[in-house]
């Protein structure tokens, strides 16, 4: 089945334990994304990743880390987490736009909810 | 710089009734256009897309959507609501330049059927 997972699905930490939730995708997607959603900001692009090795910021990076060393995988590391990083994150995946300008959708994971306290 | 606007916060229709959400967006060029659906502790589906060609577009779930340049609009449109309909939508824009995969979010449309 074409999917994305995430782990863990619930995650209750403390201010300053690092920490990384994974993602993995099994659709051979160049693209993957991650996202924090926030109750009245809908959802905000932290990085995103055009292929292995390659990432960018997204809207709101400050205080999360990425890396992508295989296709497949896009782990989110936050180092020293703070309680303003309280949220459910998403993690998203798609197939890069045709050169036609064809563009695809993104398939979301079922999301994290991390606390941090 | 580029927005998202999704004025309604909550919308309350009616089951069998009408129903149009709307979406502004400020975006230098044509955009990618996304609108998305999120049942209650669900992630997100994809319900239409548009780039290019045919400004009104089909989704799924009977859902449609209109682009209109001219507006900077993509409102979402379904003629008749069923009770499963009741979710929260996002419509989102992403960056149709070469060499980035930014995408931004409006903050969401939160909707209610009454049977």
């Known amino acids: 089945e074409a999917q994305v997972t995430q782990n863990p699905r619930y995650l209750i930490t403390v201010t300053g334990k690092k920490l990384t939730v994974t993602c993995s995708q099994n659709?051979?997607?160049?693209?993957m994304s991650w996202y924090r959603q926030d109750p009245g900001l809908g959802l905000r692009q932290i990085y995103y990743?055009?292929?292995?090795?390659?990432?960018d910021k997204g809207d709101v990076p400050e205080g999360y880390k990425v890396s992508r060393k295989e296709k497949r995988n896009f782990p989110l590391i936050l180092e020293s987490p703070s309680p303003n990083q309280t949220s459910l994150y998403f993690c998203a995946s798609s197939l890069r736009p045709s050169s036609g300008g064809q563009t695809y959708e993104q398939y979301f994971g079922p999301g994290t909810r991390l606390t941090v306290t | 710089a580029q927005s998202v606007t999704q004025p309604d916060i909550h919308i309350t229709v009616s089951e069998g009734a009408s129903l149009e959400l709307r979406c502004n967006y400020s975006y230098g060029a044509t955009p990618y256009l996304f609108w998305y659906v999120q049942s209650p502790g669900q992630g997100l589906q994809l319900l239409l897309k548009y780039f290019s060609g045919d400004t009104l577009v089909q989704g799924i779930k009977g859902f449609e959507a209109e682009f209109k340049r001219s507006q900077s609009s993509f409102n979402l449109r379904k003629p008749s609501v069923h009770w499963s309909d009741a979710a929260e939508y996002f419509c989102?824009?992403?960056?149709?330049?070469?060499?980035?995969?930014?995408?931004?979010f409006g903050t969401g449309t939160r909707l209610k059927v009454l049977a």
């Open positions: 659709m051979n997607h160049e693209y």
């Open positions: 989102a824009v992403g960056s149709s330049t070469p060499g980035t995969y930014k995408y931004i």
């Open positions: 990743s055009m292929n292995v090795e390659v990432t």
